[in-house]
């Protein structure tokens, strides 16, 4: 359940997922109000959203499976030409498919056409990658167990 609050008065409380509709039938903008939810309801929100927008579960893990794929055979082709690269020319000849492949993700980065979730998140990318570390520890910790 979400609160919505009017300076220090709570006005209503709606399911998060209403308080969009419930703000659009009060003739309320979210700049009028303070919107306030436990961190269950706040991430369960934020699923739906990305469900709706992005695409299911299934559809985003294939994505970033896409991506990571690309980014293990291009880094090790890249890995390749490095060991034998000879000359500074040599080197830079190396990288210059990965960095053509990834041209247009960080020119769209750049100006802005494509956003990274990181970076967006609370927190930033500090605590992204401070969450990837608890999360894969988290994981590994599971499969020292005996349970495992």
Do not use: C, H
């Amino acid at each position: 359940m979400a609160l919505i609050k009017k300076g220090a008065e709570t006005i209503a409380a709606v399911a998060l997922r209403d308080v969009d509709g419930w703000l659009a039938d009060e003739g309320l903008e979210k700049s009028d109000v303070t919107v306030e939810a436990n961190d269950a309801e706040i991430r369960t929100a934020a699923r739906a959203a990305i469900n709706r927008t992005a695409g299911d579960t299934e559809t985003l893990v294939g994505t970033y499976g896409d991506g990571v794929t690309f980014l293990l055979v291009e880094i090790g082709k890249f890995a390749a030409a490095l060991k034998v690269a000879g000359s500074m020319a040599a080197t830079k000849t190396a990288a210059a498919p990965l960095a053509d492949a990834l041209d247009p993700l960080v020119a769209g980065v750049a100006d802005g056409t494509i956003k990274l979730p990181y970076k967006v998140k609370d927190g930033g990318q500090a605590d992204a990658l401070a969450e990837i570390g608890t999360r894969i520890t988290k994981v590994a910790e599971a499969l020292e167990t005996d349970d495992a």
